[in-house]
């Protein structure tokens, strides 16, 4: 037998083994739809982290007896599971969709477009207007001529007035300027998790987050914390969540929706746990303007695998800008500028001059206006006996809806009926249809009003 008959016959099993596994997949996915079908029958969740946990230790421990590398053994798995979670989704979305703040935010306005007063509590958009002189610089970017494509990473003067404000040592090259907070998290996420990685999320937890790493076909690991508990991760069960596959640890503080922040030795802990297994940090700061007990950003413990988000959109008040940035270490933001040349080539040059030009002024103001609205907000839910941990910063409240009552989406849909919108816990993460989120972007009059129709519709 010669060479080339090896190379086809080994071709000829390579083919046969493919075909093989392909019909083995196939039977594991109708057997996962007849799964689906009693799951949704008998109203059980899609998603069992034991059962799953179980499978995949068996599976890796076959893995591990015939050799196989863990890493890879781990992300076929994770492949494999995250498929019959897709098809088991995807049956019982044939029943109610999830609601979070943005789809409450998109009812609201279709029953104003009929005419309805809405008062906005759910939204995290500031009422106040965007510092003045952006209007200034607004009105001059035409003479100058300020409207043309930049370079991606944005315009050296805005990445350089980053620099300053940040500081820590960072260089501009560690810079990025993108179209709000939200496109930086999902860069960095595309950038650095692939199909069938982990990464875990600490919640409860702005939804994008798990948006984007199921869009890249990544398995999210939930970190659940518990008001009883203050919102403090329990670092023990953290460090458990933690397997081969694991790439990502993702942080909010000041945190949406609970207005949390972590003291000074939690995070701490959390990045040498990254250390010790060579995650990556996404620290999502985007509120971190509205500090109002003891914020240090993740900058501070000079990790190199971290990566720290921003926006012009809280802090300034600019959310239609789409003005944020990111800062990480060389290598992770030169990933993230090549999706975002393929996905956008720059951020609009107004919006970044608008943006640098509100970098100049202080935004105390809207600090102050901030802190005094939460501390109406709050005044108000302890008067209707909600419990709650009085946001450290952010501009929401997350109160616990009282034993007995209706769960978040039917008050949620009672409320718009009655003209308020306010955010279902629920869209915070699965564990929380006991909660809701109000958030203080309203004058105290509006406010007030928004909260006097819950006191009456909590009964
Ligand atoms: C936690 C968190 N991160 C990021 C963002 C994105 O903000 P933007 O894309 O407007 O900068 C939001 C918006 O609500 C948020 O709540």
Redesign the pocket.
């Known amino acids: 037998m010669n060479k080339n008959d090896d190379l086809d016959r080994l071709r000829n099993d390579i083919r046969d083994i493919t075909a093989d596994i392909i019909q083995k997949v196939k039977k594991r996915m109708e057997i996962s739809e007849q799964i689906g079908e009693i799951k949704t029958r008998q109203n059980i969740n899609v998603e069992d982290e034991k059962v799953e946990s179980d499978l995949r230790n068996s599976a890796l421990k076959i893995a591990a007896e015939v050799g196989m590398d863990s890493e890879f053994s781990g992300r076929l798995i994770n492949m494999l599971l995250t498929e019959s979670v897709r098809l088991q989704n995807k049956q019982q979305n044939d029943n109610p969709q999830r609601q979070t703040h943005l789809s409450i935010f998109m009812k609201a306005k279709q029953l104003q477009a009929t005419g309805k007063n809405m008062i906005h509590l759910e939204v ?1 958009e500031p009422d106040y207007l965007p510092p003045k002189t952006v209007k200034e610089t607004l009105g001059r970017i035409y003479d100058l001529r300020q409207y043309h494509y930049t370079e991606t990473r944005g315009v050296p003067k805005l990445r350089q007035a980053v620099v300053q404000k940040v500081g820590n040592g960072i260089i501009d090259e560690q810079v990025i300027v993108t179209p ?4 930086a ?1 999902f860069s960095a996420i595309l950038s650095l998790v692939k199909s069938g990685d982990e990464v875990i999320s600490i919640e409860p937890a ?1 939804p ?1 987050y798990r948006e984007c790493a199921d869009f890249v076909g990544a398995k999210t690991k939930i970190m659940k914390t518990t008001l009883e508990e203050k919102w403090n991760p329990d670092l023990k069960k953290l460090e458990d969540l933690i397997n081969s596959n694991t790439k990502m640890i993702i942080v ?1 503080y000041p945190n ?1 929706p609970t207005g949390k922040i972590l003291d000074g030795n939690t995070m701490s802990n959390i990045i040498e746990l990254s250390k010790d297994y060579g995650l990556y940090i996404l620290s ?1 700061e ?2 971190s303007d509205y500090s109002f007990n003891g914020f240090k950003s993740v900058l501070e413990y000079s990790y190199d695998k971290s990566i720290i ?1 921003s ?1 012009f ?1 809280k802090g300034h008040a600019m ?1 239609g800008f ?1 003005v ?1 940035y990111g800062v990480s270490n060389r290598d992770i933001i030169s990933k993230m500028t090549k999706i975002q040349s393929i996905a956008l080539t720059s951020v609009a040059e107004p919006m970044q001059y608008s943006a640098l030009s509100a970098l100049g002024e202080s935004i105390s103001g809207n600090v102050e206006v901030m802190k005094r609205r939460l501390l109406f907000v709050c005044d108000r839910l302890q008067k209707m006996s909600l419990s709650f941990v009085a946001p450290d910063g952010a501009m929401y409240v997350y109160p616990k809806l009282a034993e007995g009552t209706e769960d978040d989406i039917v008050l949620i849909d009672k409320l718009l009926d009655l003209g308020v919108a306010i955010a279902p816990g629920s869209g915070f993460g699965d564990s929380y249809k006991r909660f809701i989120r109000i958030s203080a972007c309203q004058t105290e009059e509006v406010l007030e009003k928004g909260l006097e129709v819950l006191s009456s519709a909590l009964g």
């Open positions: 995290g709000g907070g939200r496109f998290v702005w994008a909010n949406n999502d985007v509120y988000i926006s959109s959310t789409r944020g």
